[in-house]
């Protein structure tokens, strides 16, 4: 088109006088962090519609996305030249930042896209963003011309409870010859086991215990790796380790209660480990060739260093073993035995315990033996790695030794955490160093693993004698701990002879909270590394003893917390597949995801709506239909057995009695609480279908859920709004879901309050409720007018409360309110996690409510900004909080909110991320005072007073950051 002179000289004009009015330029709208299925640059893709997903950046107010265009191209030249030969959006008139479906020409196998998207801001200006990519991995079966190889596995099967059968890490090895130079090389593998690859003598990637654990009889999944840089031209080679891991090794409390494959705990999905590697060449020239596992061209050995390698009971290293190259061309391997098809090692029978419902009333669940075949089955499907890795995230140096014993030495890492040790060590060959792990001490400062229960959680490490020092870290165990006992050690162990590795799934922090009470600060902090010690590939209970199970009432408490403090999207997509494998025939959820034994019954209520509970929020944190639409048909299956078991549309009391789990003696009744969890469930469920617009079925969901609330009234409500079952935890569940009628919820509210009151004394906090009761226990103090209660008890630090634990020196979350009193020292030994998630889901409320950082839509596209400052409380024992800093990276972007009273004056600061908008609800304790950035509300650009209410202004607000301010006189 050709220009006309005239316009562009009226352009320029407009401009200067635009400049001239606003003194700089506007910024544009910056499109940054792209993501593919919520990753950045992921390799191996298997969704056949990759959602696209990006933020938009922008220092000016009310800056908004108008539109977009997306380009995928199948050369990163063509992107530069705007063309996207695999996909063109066109300019889409929309908002949508998050899980814009690819809809291009249809991808295959090994696809390679390059992508970038174009924005345009609300001025109409446009801006392009750096180019990103992701790859497609291996769609069909067909693609697979690699085997499962094993090594010839002639140990009979170990059948006794009383010793442990711990096999050594097996070796693999292959050379090859790369004829010309290689313009890309990509691997995918999969095991049964857990693995760690090399090629050329270095490490493919930095994961641990790859591929993750799945029901390995249903499902596994392979990784994608682009090793291009590990390969050269001519002579290469191809090594593998490769662990018993889930698949065969002790898994959860399999041995200590004898259930699993011959009531040992091991072998549960199978005996043998085994793995399928295909390396996949891409020439210069075009041509490709493909390396993979087969009988043939592989050599095994067992007789490497790694003696032993168990999650649960640890590693044994043998560096005298050590083979060096043994993963480098040219190594001399003719004392290996060949590797072979994993099926050749043929049929295993075993007979497998596990406890079954039962069958006749008045009976419990009883241990049940049958025969299964511990041989190869190759699992029926193969999936791409969804989640993140686990990795070395952080390392920790020692923050003392001590020396309990002579020639036993403690090594105190500063905080609990799960992970592992870097040993340095120098001395004389066989050597035999050994560490212990534990999270406590004893008084008398030896090492407490009494709570470790059959974890035996020991690394031992012999020297090979190396002049130079030798430096070892285990690859296929992990423990929980603060503590490590180093004995056998050749002299006095500097500190520097352990590091801590920290390990876990990689989910990015995305928050920060701080305020002017130091010990919730601390607190914040323990919230943060319980989460961090418990993601290890999926949500466990707990770290250090011999449980470590996807345990899903925990679960389903805790979700919306981890939503918070880290970005979990990817991390829960894993998940979420094993939690719906795991659906039990009858329709439940169980107990843990995955589920690989019975232990009682099958489900437990409150555990078994994690079914629901999660796909609904990772739906609602991070606007992701599609994962409903894949859990929709396993929830609604669960409703229907919810409502087959229920009775005149109350719940019962069945399966596993876990109820209000580890409450301070105020238990609540089992059919109480399942009527609760069943009309959440089925409240949750008429928001899912009107997500996926179904609107029969939401309204279907939403009668069902006023029935129930209707035979909840009839049954528990008293005419005083009182309820007939008078526990905390009773009144916390009940409003939270809505269950008690409008009229009558202020009155149930002060009786829960009361009874707090009245619990409370110079020695306890007033606080009885356990696992369930507690997440619900302040958002609902604080939504029916008892905040000054609420902050005390967050603030308490009489027993039980979290400031107690800070103050008994805690760095992560205990199981329990009681693990440990200065009177009366450890509780329970056996079940006494000092890291258990669940009581921190109190960080719920420190970001929804004390931050006010909350969410009107799903995925934070609309915020509800509400700050919670404190009121004033008579009976407050600490200090008023007087500020708050926090903030939350969404997937939209940064929120910050930051409240501070400072000599009468109220000042908040907060920011909405560009491209979302917010209601606010600006405390006004006088209606004349308030002002943002110095200007009456109604002149401030971006806000607009919609009303008041309960004394808050309410404004809507468009993105950007504002300052408030107002007279603070409650
Ligand atoms: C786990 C819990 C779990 C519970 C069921 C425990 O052993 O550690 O966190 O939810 O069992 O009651």
């Not at 215990?209 to 999944?221: K, V």
């Not at 971006?942 to 408030?964: H, M, N």
């Amino acid at each position: 088109m050709k220009r006309s002179p005239t316009s562009t000289l009226f352009k320029l004009t407009l401009a200067a006088i635009w400049l001239a009015g606003s003194g700089s330029l506007p910024a544009a709208l910056q499109p940054v962090d792209l993501r593919c299925e919520y990753r950045v640059n992921p390799l191996g893709i298997d969704e056949p519609q990759p959602r696209l997903s990006w933020r938009v950046e922008s220092t000016e107010r009310g800056q908004r996305q108008t539109a977009y265009r997306i380009l995928v191209a199948s050369q990163p030249e063509l992107l530069q030249r705007e063309v996207g030969d695999l996909w063109d959006s066109g300019r889409v008139e929309s908002p949508e930042t998050v899980h814009i479906a690819y809809a291009g020409r249809p991808l295959h196998s090994r696809q390679q896209c390059h992508w970038r998207v174009c924005v345009w801001d609300r001025n109409g200006r446009s801006t392009w963003s750096e180019p990103a990519r992701w790859t497609m991995g291996l769609l069909s079966p067909q693609d697979w011309q690699a085997q499962f190889i094993s090594f010839r596995d002639t140990t009979p099967l170990h059948r006794d409870r009383a010793t442990l059968f711990l096999p050594p890490a097996r070796q693999y090895r292959r050379e090859f010859v790369l004829s010309k130079p290689v313009r890309r090389a990509t691997l995918y593998a999969t095991a049964l086991g857990i693995f760690e690859l090399y090629l050329n003598g270095r490490r493919v990637g930095d994961a641990y215990f790859a591929p993750g654990w799945t029901d390995y009889r249903q499902r596994a999944y392979y990784w994608t790796w682009d090793v291009t840089p590990l390969l050269r031209r001519g002579r290469n080679a191809w090594g593998a380790w490769v662990a018993d891991g889930w698949y065969a090794g002790y898994v959860g409390f399999g041995l200590l209660e004898g259930i699993g494959t011959e009531r040992i705990g091991r072998y549960t999905y199978g005996k043998t480990p085994a793995w399928m590697g295909q390396l996949e060449v891409e020439y210069t020239d075009g041509s490709r060739e493909l390396i993979v596992t087969d009988a043939k061209s592989w050599k095994v050995t067992g007789e490497g260093p790694i003696r032993e390698a168990d999650f649960l009971m640890g590693e044994t290293y043998d560096a005298r073993r050590e083979q060096s190259g043994w993963s480098s061309p040219g190594f001399n391997d003719r004392a290996w035995e060949p590797a072979i098809l994993a099926e050749q090692n043929g049929p295993v029978p075993a007979t497998f315990y596990e406890f079954q419902n039962p069958t006749e009333p008045g009976r419990g669940p009883e241990i049940q033996g049958r025969p299964i075949d511990l041989g190869f089955r190759p699992p029926p499907r193969l999936e791409s790695f969804p989640g993140v890795p686990v990795r070395v995230v952080q390392e920790l140096k020692p923050v003392a030794r001590t020396e309990p014993k002579p020639g036993v030495y403690i090594f105190n890492l500063g905080q609990n955490f799960a992970g592992v040790v870097r040993l340095q060590v120098r001395g004389p060959a066989g050597t035999t160093v050994r560490l212990r792990h534990g999270e406590m001490l004893h008084p008398d400062g030896t090492l407490m693993t009494e709570n470790l229960r059959r974890a035996r959680a020991t690394d031992t490490y012999i020297l090979r004698g190396d002049p130079q020092g030798e430096v070892w870290s285990p690859r296929f165990t992990y423990h929980g701990f603060q503590y490590v006992e180093v004995t056998g050690y050749p002299g006095q162990p500097p500190l520097e002879a352990i590091t801590g590795l920290v390990l876990h799934s990689d989910t990015p922090l995305t928050s920060g909270f701080e305020c002017s009470d130091p010990v919730l600060n601390r607190l914040f902090t323990n919230i943060v590394w319980t989460q961090r010690a418990n993601f290890v590939d999926l949500p466990t209970d707990c770290p250090q003893r011999d449980e470590r199970l996807g345990w899903t009432g925990d679960a389903q408490i805790y979700i919306r917390t981890a939503t918070y403090n880290a970005d979990t999207a990817a991390f829960y997509t894993k998940w979420l597949r094993e939690l719906m494998e795991s659906q039990r025939p009858s329709g439940t959820f169980p107990g843990y995801a995955p589920f690989p034994f019975q232990h009682g019954w099958d489900f437990g209520t409150a555990w078994c709506d994690a079914g629901v509970i999660c796909p609904w929020t990772v739906w609602w944190v991070y606007n992701d239909q599609r994962i409903l639409q894949r859990c929709w048909p396993a929830m609604t299956r669960f409703l229907q057995w919810r409502k087959s078991t229920s009775r005149n549309d109350l719940g019962v009391a069945h399966g596993n009695d876990w109820g209000d789990w580890l409450n301070q003696n105020e238990p609540t009744p089992l059919d109480f609480i399942d009527t609760v969890y069943y009309a959440y469930s089925t409240r949750l469920m008429a928001e899912v279908a009107q997500a996926l617009g179904n609107r029969r079925q939401a309204d279907e969901y939403r009668a069902l859920f006023r029935r129930i609330a209707d035979a909840f009234t009839r049954k528990y409500v008293q005419p005083d709004g009182t309820l007939t079952v008078d526990t905390q935890t009773a009144y916390a569940l009940a409003l939270f879901t809505d269950l008690i009628p409008p009229a009558q919820r202020p009155a149930a509210a002060q009786r829960l309050a009361d009874k707090i009151r009245q619990a409370e004394s110079d020695t306890h906090s007033g606080m009885t409720t356990g696992f369930l009761g507690t997440r619900h226990l302040l958002p609902v103090l604080t939504r029916f007018g008892h905040h000054d209660l609420a902050l005390r008890l967050f603030q308490s630090r009489k027993f039980p409360s979290w400031g107690y634990e800070v103050e008994q020196g805690a760095t992560t979350i205990w199981e329990r309110w009681d693990s440990y009193t200065h009177e009366r020292g450890f509780q329970n030994p056996a079940m006494n996690s000092f890291a258990h998630y669940a009581f921190g889901a109190v960080a719920e409320w420190m970001f929804r409510v004390l931050a006010g950082i909350d969410t009107q839509a799903p995925g934070f596209a609309h915020l509800a900004l509400r700050p919670g400052p404190p009121e004033p409380d008579p009976a407050a024992a600490q200090p008023t909080l007087s500020w708050v800093r926090a903030h939350y990276d969404s997937i939209r972007g940064r929120i910050t909110s930051h409240w501070r009273i400072q000599d009468g004056w109220f000042e908040w600061d907060v920011t909405i991320p560009a491209n979302v908008t917010a209601t606010l609800y600006l405390p006004v304790w006088d209606r004349t005072s308030p002002t943002e950035s110095g200007r009456p509300l109604r002149d401030a650009p971006g806000l607009k007073l919609i009303g008041l209410q309960d004394g808050r202004a309410v404004l809507s607000a468009e993105s950007g950051t504002y300052r408030f301010r107002c007279r603070w006189t409650p």
